[in-house]
């Protein structure tokens, strides 16, 4: 035996080493899972004389993949090439090029189709069948018939819908066309319908590892459990206390499935932290121990305990914000880097405010794994309704939106509609005046123009405050109900929307003049941001992330920010144990990203949806103990008294405003020292009855005021 696996701590070697029959690894956070699966394959191969073709290792990345290959070539002696370490659907692949062929009308030579093919296909299948492809979107419907191959519906909202699935996998096998989810259904199929087959790869595979086994679905358990009931050589590496992904289909109750169908399955708890200071886990155990059954773990290190983790509760979220701007400032000149900060939200439109104070403050940041707010499809396209409300000439942002939700709007009549404007050197919204009459698409064209009309009346009446726009618009345009057909996706994509009722709040009390100049002051600052206001060279940014997306990841500082009720926990989840279980699991998950440093806050009142509201901690504070985390809280007693007036935040229409009152303040006179809401810090330079002129830093210059507005405050 060699000396591979002296530098694994006694439970990993214990895992391992322990090759044979069903075994199931608890690993905690950070606790070295992936050494270990790698450490026991090369193990295999170097001390038992296991052939890599042998392995399969399955992972739910072709990242990790390629990782986990990377770190075993290193290992070993042997050809790795022939080893199987791939994710699900490409280890299916591989088997059906290899054997589809027994299943009826299908070969060897099938077409994968990607999510946009996919889409095409159902759109042509509803055609086919004389349905409406406005009542049956395709994309919602591509959603459903995903939903239900991954065991996330057991059947479909309508009989209309099934019927489309039917015709749709119809039409795939006359056309030698599989889709994504297709590869594990597939390969169950072949394996349940040909056993010999099936035999085959149970010969082949005599030791099977899977990585990330809480996140499996129905599905990819079933393919598990076919593949390793010969040998029973099964090991499975996960953790219960970071199962996040139910939204997608995974079943974290497979790891009990597990122990149920092989009863003498040996279990391994990996507890040792590698990550983390003592501190910063003590929070994570308290947090997780609130879940009921589950594999108790106690993760512990050898390192310090380290800083203690700091609380911090804010009069709003703009000064939350500030204050996270504020601490990366004061780290980095500790010695700490940009690439060292991460901060982490429930939901993506809370890094609205994040970002407008990072890059107002000149601190690089990207949104990792997504789009920075003003980026996001959605608030694109209802910032280019505002443009064309105000402008009517703005063709630019005439054809982004005229078939935005869908209206029949093909391209042909765009054409036609471009070369009449040419010919009369007018905008494309005067040309529909001037247009031929007739043909398929005018009348929704006519439809449109008299939307954008009753859309600018409505916008230009004082009646109607700003915090209506943008609920306004999205009801008229038909835009929130498209959002809504999308599900869970079109819900989160709807947040974006409606927050950009705050930003519209905001915009009335930044910018002097009518409405209509605010609002393209607004649009104005909003198109001058470029990425190069945001990022540098390399990766040496702070980085912006949701809990899903920071699952996996590390960093020397973390920021777990908006932690309270109705944000996070979800108000979604707040009527279910179950839910509140997998919300407490995302808390475990973004606490142990922090290696070093860990802050936590939250703000007493939080604009949201253009609703202003007094907010309550997370009841995950209350599970932490206030007595783990250093407070930094220094709100004044009054406000305490002002917001408990208020109703709490529950998530609902961007209309449903509360209002901020306005209060007068002190006699404000010329050298007084004040600040802005959004523009910092100034000084008076000339004081004109209620209206003062303040000299704010570089980024904004001059600017004229109203005293007692409520973004102003004497310093």
Not at 140 to 154: A, G, L, P, R, Y
Not at 500 to 506: A, Q, Y
Not at 666 to 678: C, E, F, R
């Amino acid at each position: 035996m060699s000396d591979l696996l002296n530098g694994l701590n006694e439970a990993q070697r214990l895992a391992a080493e322990t090759t044979e029959g069903p075994v199931m690894v608890m690993a905690g956070a950070g606790s070295g899972k992936t050494r270990v699966l790698t450490y026991r394959i090369a193990h295999l191969i170097n001390d038992l004389g296991v052939m890599p073709y042998n392995i399969l290792a399955v992972t739910f990345t072709n990242k990790a993949a390629n990782e986990m290959k990377e770190r075993i070539s290193k290992l070993v002696d042997a050809d790795i090439q022939r080893m199987w370490v791939a994710t699900f659907h490409s280890i299916c692949c591989r088997i059906l090029r290899r054997d589809i062929s027994h299943l009826e009308g299908f070969k060897s030579s099938f077409t994968i189709l990607d999510e946009e093919d996919s889409v095409k296909e159902i759109k042509e299948t509803i055609k086919e069948m004389g349905l409406s492809t406005d009542e049956y979107k395709p994309k919602n419907v591509k959603c459903e018939i995903s939903s239900f191959k991954n065991d996330m519906k057991s059947k479909f909202d309508d009989t209309t819908t099934e019927q489309i699935y039917f015709a749709y996998e119809r039409r795939l096998k006359e056309e030698n066309l599989l889709d994504f989810d297709d590869l594990i259904l597939k390969t169950i199929e072949l394996f349940e319908a040909f056993p010999d087959v099936l035999h085959k790869y149970q010969d082949i595979f005599t030791y099977l590892m899977i990585d990330e086994f809480q996140d499996t679905n129905t599905y990819q358990y079933k393919l598990v459990k076919m593949l390793g009931e010969k040998t029973r050589n099964i090991f499975i590496v996960g953790d219960q206390d970071q199962s996040i992904y139910s939204f997608r289909g995974a079943r974290i109750e497979n790891i009990n499935k597990f122990q149920r169908d092989f009863k003498d399955t040996k279990v391994i708890m990996l507890e040792q932290n590698y990550r983390s200071t003592q501190n910063i886990l003590d929070i994570a155990n308290r947090v997780i121990d609130n879940n009921g059954s589950r594999f108790k773990k106690n993760l512990f290190t050898d390192s310090k305990d380290g800083i203690k983790p700091i609380f911090n509760k804010l009069n709003n979220a703009y000064g939350e914000a500030c204050y996270v701007s504020d601490e990366i400032k004061r780290l980095m000149e500790m010695g700490y880097s940009y690439k060292d900060f991460a901060v982490i939200y429930r939901s993506n439109y809370i890094s609205r405010n994040f970002e407008d104070v990072l890059l107002r403050q000149g601190i690089p940041y990207t949104i990792y794994g997504g789009l920075s707010f003003f980026a996001r499809k959605e608030v694109k396209d209802i910032l280019a309704y505002i443009r064309l409300i105000i402008d009517y000439d703005d063709s630019f942002s005439f054809k982004r939106i005229v078939n935005e939700p869908k209206r029949k709007i093909g391209p042909a009549l765009i054409k036609r509609l471009e070369d009449c404007a040419r010919e009369n050197n007018c905008s494309l919204f005067k040309a529909i005046d001037l247009i031929d009459r007739g043909g398929q698409g005018y009348n929704s064209l006519l439809d449109f123009k008299f939307t954008i009309i009753e859309l600018e009346e409505y916008l230009s009446s004082e009646e109607h405050k700003m915090n209506e726009i943008v609920d306004f618009i999205i009801n008229r345009t038909g835009y929130k109900a498209m959002l809504k057909a999308e599900g869970d996706e079109g819900e989160e994509r709807l947040k974006n929307v409606e927050e950009l009722t705050t930003v519209l709040i905001e915009t009335d009390e930044m910018y002097e003049g009518t409405r209509k100049e605010k609002l393209m002051q607004m649009l104005q600052e909003i198109a001058l941001r470029t990425d190069a206001d945001t990022k540098r060279e390399g990766d040496d940014v702070v980085k912006l992330m949701t809990y899903h997306q920071a699952k996996g990841l590390e960093y020397k500082v973390v920021f777990l920010v908006a932690f309270e009720e109705g944000v996070f926990p979800s108000s979604m989840a707040s009527f279910s144990e179950r839910d509140i279980e997998e919300e407490r699991r995302i808390c475990y998950v973004g606490i142990t990203r922090a290696r070093e440093r860990l802050y936590i806050t939250c703000a007493s009142e939080r604009m949201v949806f253009g609703r202003t509201n007094s907010m309550f901690e997370s009841r995950f504070l209350k599970e932490i103990g206030k007595e783990s985390l250093e407070d930094k809280t220094v709100i004044p007693k009054k406000v305490f008294a002002q917001s408990n007036t208020k109703k709490p935040f529950v998530p609902g229409k961007a209309s449903d405003v509360v209002e901020t009152k306005r209060t007068n303040t002190t006699d404000i006179s010329i050298g007084d020292k004040v600040n802005h809401k959004a523009f910092g810090d100034g000084t008076v330079v000339a004081v004109n009855g209620d209206v003062i002129t303040v000299a704010f830093g570089e980024a904004f210059g001059v600017k004229k005021l109203l005293a007692n507005h409520p973004s102003i405050r004497r310093l």
